[in-house]
């Protein structure tokens, strides 16, 4: 927080901010010039002494439909699909990897992220997610989720 401000300085502020305005003000009747007097001090503008240019008087956003919601699926276009993905073919590439589990009194399991392997118990962090618990078959995230163990050989 903030420390607060004593008079003189609110003053100061004031005086600042009154000075900005008037400012303003003071050069606002200079962007008010015609071009045929800024054209007489210079050189003429290029549309002419007595071309003005036209605003529309209420701007409009050009009109948009929507056909269909892109997050549901087409059933027109859901017959036409050949090609089938594996369950996991989102998953991220550097998802962690459980490759051992050790259960028993003090559960470990060795868990493969980005190429190095460490071993986590209850309790260690993997990435900002907690282990909640070590079964023979997965490891449990604080999320709710589960990293099976790998049982592919690699």
Do not use: H
Not at 9 to 37: D, K, N
Not at 46 to 67: C, E
């Amino acid at each position: 927080m903030l420390p607060a401000l004593y008079d003189s300085e609110r003053r100061v502020l004031a005086r600042f901010a009154a000075m900005l305005v008037l400012g303003a003000c003071a050069v606002l009747p200079l962007t008010g010039q015609s071009t045929m007097i800024a054209g007489a001090a210079g050189t003429q503008s290029p549309l002419g002494p007595r071309t003005r240019l036209a605003l529309p008087s209420q701007m409009a956003f050009p009109d948009y439909s929507i056909a269909r919601d892109p997050f549901v699926p087409d059933r027109r276009f859901q017959a036409d699909v050949s090609v089938v993905l594996p369950p996991n073919a989102g998953a991220m590439a550097n998802a962690p990897i459980v490759r051992a589990v050790v259960v028993g009194d003090a559960a470990r399991a060795l868990v493969e992220i980005n190429g190095a392997v460490r071993v986590v118990a209850v309790g260690d962090k993997i990435g900002y997610l907690t282990v909640v618990q070590i079964t023979s078959s997965s490891v449990f995230l604080s999320d709710g989720s589960r990293l099976p163990l790998d049982r592919q050989q690699r």
